[in-house]
């Protein structure tokens, strides 16, 4: 039987807490029936696209999909392309794959695991075509900003893993993480800000609008989106 709990091989510090919550009967479910089909572990090694989606087609992935609404529409609207989500939420891997799999999409593959794993034993140099992080955890205590996902040494690790050409796509809804952000790739090496040096890029037709993004606009809180290219 699989075992919810994400799997970790190395103490570092983590941009995360593992809320795991209660899941429903329906994405308990989901596991039994669908994880063979959409799951992946560290221990299978470099991921092989042809093995696991029968196909080379360009590849996309998401750090931190939450339960995963927007990431299966995604999913849907590009069936050209192949999807890769990393998330420790359990509820949330169960609500996705249930989902794709009640869609029988074939385009989706699920890391349960921390992402800086998963890039360095999984992700090959230069195969993905875009990497999204959506709404990561702001950490808005300053003595907790050293938690943050969205760090110089992140950054310089996952640019090998673009194609040259490539795109990283960053959104946040915390105002003082988007400066961060936009302060941090702004002098990152390899890289090209979309919308021109210093500026913010507006949200690309291929983000869907969640329903937390449209509650809080609604409210008059703002999101923030960086689209950066990989140039070397």
Same mark, same amino acid.
């Given at each position: ?8 091989? =190395? ?7 593992? $809320?795991? &919550? ?7 479910? /989901? ?12 221990? @299978? ?20 999909? &939450? ?21 420790? !939420?359990?509820?949330?891997? *169960? ?5 794709? *799999?009640?869609? /029988?999409?074939?385009? +989706? ?5 921390? /992402?800086? @794993? ?9 195969? +993905?075509? $875009? +990497? ?11 003595? !907790? ?13 996952? $640019? ?12 946040? @809804? ?24 210093? =500026? ?10 969640? =329903? ?6 609604? +409210? *008059? !809180? *703002?999101?923030? @989106? ?7």
């Amino acid at each position: 039987m699989y075992n919810f709990r994400p799997e970790h091989k =190395k103490k570092s510090i983590r941009s995360y807490v593992v $809320r795991c &919550g209660r899941m429903t009967n329906r994405q308990k479910f /989901a596991f039994q029936q669908y994880w063979e089909r959409y799951g992946l572990s560290l221990h @299978d090694g470099l991921l092989d696209p042809k093995l696991q989606f029968g196909r080379n087609a360009p590849q996309v992935l998401e750090i931190g999909f &939450g339960m995963g609404g927007s990431l299966l529409e995604m999913i849907k609207l590009e069936p050209d392309k192949d999807f890769i989500g990393i998330e420790v !939420h359990s509820p949330g891997v *169960g609500r996705l794959i249930n989902n794709a *799999g009640e869609d /029988a999409l074939r385009n +989706l593959k699920v890391y349960m695991a921390d /992402a800086v @794993d998963v890039f360095e034993d999984c992700i090959a140099d230069a195969s +993905l075509h $875009r +990497l999204q992080i959506y709404f990561p955890d702001p950490w808005h205590k300053k003595k !907790h900003n050293k938690r943050r996902l969205i760090q110089p040494n992140f950054i310089e690790m996952i $640019r090998y893993k673009l194609e040259i050409g490539g795109m990283l796509h960053l959104a946040t @809804d915390w105002e003082p993480y988007a400066e961060q952000m936009l302060e941090i790739m702004e002098i990152a090496d390899g890289y090209k800000n979309i919308a021109d040096h210093g =500026k913010y890029s507006l949200r690309p037709n291929f983000r869907p609008v969640t =329903k937390f993004e449209s509650r809080g606009m609604r +409210l *008059g !809180h *703002g999101v923030w @989106d960086l689209l950066y290219t990989r140039i070397s």
